[in-house]
Antibody, heavy 118, light 108 residues
Framework: QVQLVQSGAEVKKPGASVKVSCKAS????????ISWVRQAPGQGLEWMGW????????NYAQKLQGRVTMTTDTSTSTAYMELRSLRSDDTAVYYC???????????WGQGTLVTVSS | DIQMTQSPSSVSASVGDRVTITCRAS??????LAWYQQKPGKAPKLLIY???SLQSGVPSRFSGSGSGTDFTLTISSLQPEDFATYYC??????????FGPGTKVDIK
């Protein structure tokens, strides 16, 4: 069965960076993309961007351009999302999700809480 | 960027009620629209993709319709497990993605 398992919770100071991993299993990793979506406490869903696991092409949300980098390691079927220059409003649960050719997300990871606090 | 709006922002309903949620895109997105259900502390779950296609394993009481800028999600007979927040999503790979602000369905 398709599974996306994310790394554990992180606490970071303002200005630091965080790198969240998402290990995929149960499907051919390079046949799909991986998207990242975050959710601040009590708020809605915010799309951050996606990456093709086939060729590494990325598409980032404009508001995060320059601060976010998404990568994949096809040898381990793992996707990564790094966010730099963290601010308090980056505190959120970060989800990875599988993305077919179309832009919807059919399987999701369990979420990783990133807390940014001094 | 394409903006998504949803109405209502919340709805109180009873078990067995028919519930309809509306989503509107700021520009035409053809049928590139998905619906998700999210329960507290859980990841979202895909219900509908391509505006009206039911995701595998999702009960048939959920249905979606629309194209262009106006879309609806209908729950034909609300069940206890359906109390949750519902999000629409603009899903055109070439335009990036945007979620609507969500509609909370709670018990009347």
């Amino acid at each position: 069965q398709v599974q996306l398992v994310q790394s554990g919770a992180e606490v970071k100071k303002p200005g630091a960076s965080v790198k969240v991993s998402c290990k995929a299993s149960g499907y051919t990793f390079t046949s799909y993309g991986i998207s990242w979506v975050r959710q601040a406490p009590g708020q809605g869903l915010e799309w951050m961007g996606w990456i093709s696991a086939y060729n590494g092409n990325t598409n980032y949300a404009q508001k995060l351009q320059g601060r976010v980098t998404m990568t994949t390691d096809t040898s381990t079927s793992t996707a990564y999302m790094e966010l730099r220059s963290l601010r308090s409003d980056d505190t959120a649960v970060y989800y990875c999700a599988r993305k077919p050719v179309a832009g919807y997300f059919d399987y999701w990871g369990q979420g990783t809480l990133v807390t940014v606090s001094s | 960027d394409i903006q998504m709006t949803q109405s209502p922002s919340s709805v109180s309903a009873s078990v067995g009620d028919r519930v309809t949620i509306t989503c509107r895109a700021s520009q035409g997105i053809s049928s590139w629209l998905a619906w998700y259900q999210q329960k507290p502390g859980k990841a979202p779950k895909l219900l509908i993709y391509a505006a009206s296609s039911l995701q595998s394993g999702v009960p048939s009481r959920f249905s979606g319709s629309g194209s262009g800028t106006d879309f609806t999600l209908t729950i034909s007979s609300l069940q206890p497990e359906d109390f949750a927040t519902y999000y629409c999503q603009q899903a055109n790979s070439f335009l990036g993605s945007t979620f609507g602000p969500g509609t909370k369905v709670d018990i009347k």
